[in-house]
């Protein structure tokens, strides 16, 4: 494992970079993803006394086998994004840079601001990352041999000891982003009229794309509000946006209903959740250095 001193100085030079980044690149959703996956591989049956073994926000996710894993595709391009801001703050680990700019890019869409730590202890070695499988699926088959879109949400979340709320919380930030046909296997091959170029994402207006194309849930993707569920919620949503299996559940399922139906009306219970699940997530499997980690 990689014991670093990041000061709070250090810390908040790297944060204000990646503000910058993000403004510049409009690379928020993939930063998120990069965060969320590296987090994701967390079992909380070996627990985070077991670090790195249990997995979870350990920054394994740059070496390759983790890497190469099917539901990280593309995921490089966000690792090569960070890869300056990692060479000019040496001292602040991996693992801390992936939250931080997960925590950054949602802010900077016009999100709730995450009440994040800092000074996680990094995974050093191949020999440390996470095996295969422990990620959702977006649609059936499900690779854990789960039959429904809410028994495989409920055992992959379960697993990293989350709650329904934060299941659907959590889901709620696909108010960012695209799905890429080369990536998980969903989304248009030529975009859709919210992703190649006639739509204004950015949640302040400003001009601001990224690459075109993929299928966005959310008709402004790089704005971080509640539209996820009132599209959700919509009989009539635009047949352009994206709706996989494990969001329409959200609607299905007795337990996560409730929660997408308070969500579509009152966008500040939604932030406040969301913080909350975010910096749950973002603390998985973490050994932290100083013990109690830094904060901001």
């Given at each position: 494992m990689s014991l670093r001193a990041s000061s709070k100085e250090e810390l908040v030079a790297a944060q204000k970079d990646l503000f910058d980044l993000v403004e510049k690149q409009n690379c928020?959703?993939?930063l998120i993803r990069l965060a969320w996956h590296?987090?994701?591989?967390?079992?909380?049956?070996?627990?985070?006394?077991?670090?790195?073994?249990?997995?979870?926000?350990?920054?394994?996710?740059?070496?390759?086998?983790?890497l190469a894993h099917g539901a990280n595709a593309g995921l490089k391009i966000a690792l090569n994004l960070l890869g300056s801001i990692k060479k000019k703050h040496e001292n602040v680990g991996w693992a801390d840079l992936m939250q931080m700019a997960s925590a950054v890019a949602v802010e900077h869409a016009?999100?709730?601001?995450?009440?994040?730590?800092?000074?996680?202890?990094?995974?050093v070695s191949a020999e440390e990352c996470s095996p295969e499988g422990n990620l959702p699926n977006a649609a059936a088959p499900f690779g854990d041999g789960t039959n429904t879109p809410q028994d495989h949400l409920r055992k992959v979340f379960y697993r990293m000891g989350l709650s329904d709320k934060d299941i659907v919380a959590l889901s709620g930030a696909h108010t960012l982003?695209?799905?890429?046909?080369?990536?998980?296997?969903?989304?248009?091959?030529?975009?859709?009229?919210?992703?190649t170029g006639d739509v204004t994402p950015r949640a302040d207006g400003k001009p601001g794309y990224g690459t075109k194309g993929g299928t966005s849930w959310t008709q402004k993707w790089l704005a971080f509000d509640n539209s996820?569920?009132?599209?959700?919620?919509?009989?009539?949503?635009?047949?352009?946006?994206?709706?996989?299996?494990?969001?329409?559940i959200l609607l299905g399922d007795e337990s996560f209903r409730p929660l997408c139906e308070t969500y579509a009306k009152d966008s500040a219970a939604f932030f406040a959740d969301y913080a909350v699940s975010h910096a749950k997530l973002s603390e998985l499997g973490v050994k932290w250095s100083p013990e109690g980690g830094i904060t901001l």
């Open positions: 928020n959703p993939i590296d987090a994701g591989t967390y079992d909380d049956k070996i627990g985070a006394a077991a670090f790195p073994k249990c997995g979870g926000a350990n920054g394994s996710i740059r070496f390759d086998p983790e016009g999100g709730p601001k995450i009440p994040m730590k800092y000074g996680r202890v990094d995974a982003g695209r799905a890429w046909k080369n990536r998980s296997g969903f989304g248009a091959e030529n975009g859709t009229k919210f992703t996820y569920f009132t599209e959700l919620m919509l009989k009539d949503s635009d047949p352009e946006l994206l709706k996989l299996d494990t969001d329409k």
